[in-house]
């Protein structure tokens, strides 16, 4: 499996407050392990073919694509992230 952080998700990454990065982090593991994992509630976002949508917390968001063996990680932020996905 590879993994692509796009430009815009390192930015959102980087300006996460360190509490939510370590949650990130722990979800991005059981993604890359399993995304029908529980507490991510991973599903594809309405009106956004190949994007998917996972939970950080239960205020923040991430979204990504799957392309073959590849995950390309797009935004990662509060429900503000999802609205500008559109």
């Excluded at 692509?4 to 982090?25: G, M, N, Q, T």
């Excluded at 991005?28 to 956004?48: E, I, Q, Y």
């Excluded at 991430?62 to 429900?79: A, K, V």
């Amino acid at each position: 499996m590879n993994v692509v952080r796009l430009k815009p998700f390192k930015k959102d990454y980087k300006s996460l407050p360190s509490e939510i990065r370590k949650k990130a982090d722990k979800q991005l593991k059981l993604l890359f392990s399993n995304l029908r994992h529980p507490s991510l509630r991973a599903k594809k976002m309405v009106g956004k073919e190949d994007v998917w949508e996972i939970r950080i917390t239960s205020g923040y968001r991430m979204t990504f694509m799957i392309q073959g063996d590849t995950y390309i990680l797009r935004r990662i932020g509060t429900h503000n992230i999802l609205k500008r996905e559109s």
